[in-house]
């Protein structure tokens, strides 16, 4: 039984991927590993609960002694590491705690892995792991920075992140493929676009407007509302991870995008048109210091080489998210409240 360790399983996408993983491979034991913070809900995870092949435990990615105690326990064999500050406005506001988890947590992880799998762990000369082994990197788009009005982000092209948030995402890559090249450790970075569906946490552009909607307050739309995002559903999000968990080419990057590009206020337009509200709840504000104007992936690398598609169109997958948004009132309740943040 293979052992696989999830990072950031309480959050938006890891729990997706957690209750993914566990419908399909029944073989596999999955270890949550999320320190719980203000992004992290258990609630997420509340159908695998019980799952006999899924364990949680409440801790940091960046505490060396806490991990080391993981691998030994549970005895790893591939990480998923999702687990980061990811808010961008946050970051702008402070970028410490950015750089502590994305950037110092995934070391942490790497060297645990690197020593855990070495066939000779005191060896740094050592490139040798033992067979079946893998640390996947959760990256993203924003690595790349912004694009102009044509063209499409592939995976040789440079890294020029315009915000702490994607700054210290690139820091993480660099970090991946450092270990990689210098200790030959098995490693995947996949970069996607961004995702939306099921319990993605409402400081969010699609979940704030969802749920603001059906409560008929204002909808805030950045500047002119004009920036294009290329949106990709959490479950095909979720099958590239598994395509790439399994077939990735140990060293290789993977873009991964929905090949749906949409304006934010196209986007908001459309959320208010399925829920029957009125265009005027629509409130244009400020705009974020530093925003990217258009991020769009080119997905040829995995559709080609590891037979990957999105399945999912965007008109389905958004109709799916707020019909999961207006069925899920309590779990919105709970976040709202401040009570989901149970121990
Ligand atoms: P999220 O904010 O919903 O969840 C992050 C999770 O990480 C939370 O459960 C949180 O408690 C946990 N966490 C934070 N710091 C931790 C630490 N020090 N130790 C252990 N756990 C910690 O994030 P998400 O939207 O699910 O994103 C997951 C990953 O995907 C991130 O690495 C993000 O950069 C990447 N990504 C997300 C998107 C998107 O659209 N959501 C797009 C591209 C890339």
New binding site residues.
């Given amino acids: 039984m293979k052992s696989i360790l999830v990072?950031?399983?309480?959050?938006?996408?890891?729990?997706?991927f957690i209750k993914y993983m566990l419908g399909r491979y029944p073989d596999y034991k999955i270890v949550n590993?999320?320190?719980?913070?203000?992004?992290?809900?258990l609630d997420?995870l509340k159908e695998v609960e019980q799952n006999p092949n899924y364990a949680f435990v409440k801790?940091?990615?960046?505490?060396n002694k806490k991990v080391e105690e993981i691998f030994g326990q549970y005895d790893i064999d591939i990480v998923v590491?999702?687990?980061?500050?990811?808010?961008v406005d946050r970051s702008i506001l402070d970028s410490s705690?950015f750089v502590?988890?994305?950037v110092l947590?995934t070391q942490v992880l790497l060297e645990v892995a690197r020593k855990h799998w070495s066939i000779r762990p005191d060896d740094r000369h050592c490139r040798e792991y033992r067979e079946g082994v893998k640390f996947i990197?959760?990256?993203?788009?924003?690595v790349y920075g912004t694009l102009g009005n044509t063209g499409k982000f592939t995976e040789d092209m440079p890294l020029l992140p315009n915000n702490p948030?994607s700054a210290s995402?690139a820091g993480?890559d660099l970090m991946v493929r450092a270990y990689h090249k210098t200790y030959g450790l098995p490693v995947n970075i996949t970069?996607?676009?961004?995702?939306?569906g099921p319990?993605?946490?409402p400081e969010?552009l699609i979940p704030l407007m969802i749920i603001n909607c059906i409560k008929e307050k204002d909808l805030p739309v950045y500047g002119d509302g004009m920036q294009i995002r290329d949106w990709?559903y959490?479950y095909d999000?979720c099958a590239a991870i598994d395509a790439v968990l399994h077939k990735g080419v140990s060293g290789e990057i993977y873009n991964i995008g929905g090949n749906n590009e949409k304006t934010n206020i196209e986007l908001v337009r459309l959320i208010v048109k399925y829920l029957g509200k009125s265009g005027s709840l629509i409130k244009h504000v400020k705009d974020r210091p530093g925003h990217d104007r258009r991020y769009a992936m080119d997905n040829t690398k995995i559709t080609s080489q590891l037979g990957w598609q999105p399945a999912y169109t965007f008109e389905r997958g958004i109709q799916e998210t707020i019909a999961w948004y207006m069925n899920n009132q309590e779990w919105i309740d709970n976040i709202i409240s401040g009570g989901y943040r149970r121990e």
């Fill in positions: 990072t950031g399983g309480a959050g938006f996408i890891g729990s997706n590993v999320d320190a719980l913070t203000y992004a992290g809900n997420n801790a940091d990615i960046a505490d590491n999702f687990a980061a500050e990811t808010h705690i502590r988890t994305n947590g990197q959760i990256s993203t788009d924003e948030y995402k993480a970069r996607c676009s961004n995702n939306y319990n993605q946490f969010k990709l959490v999000h």
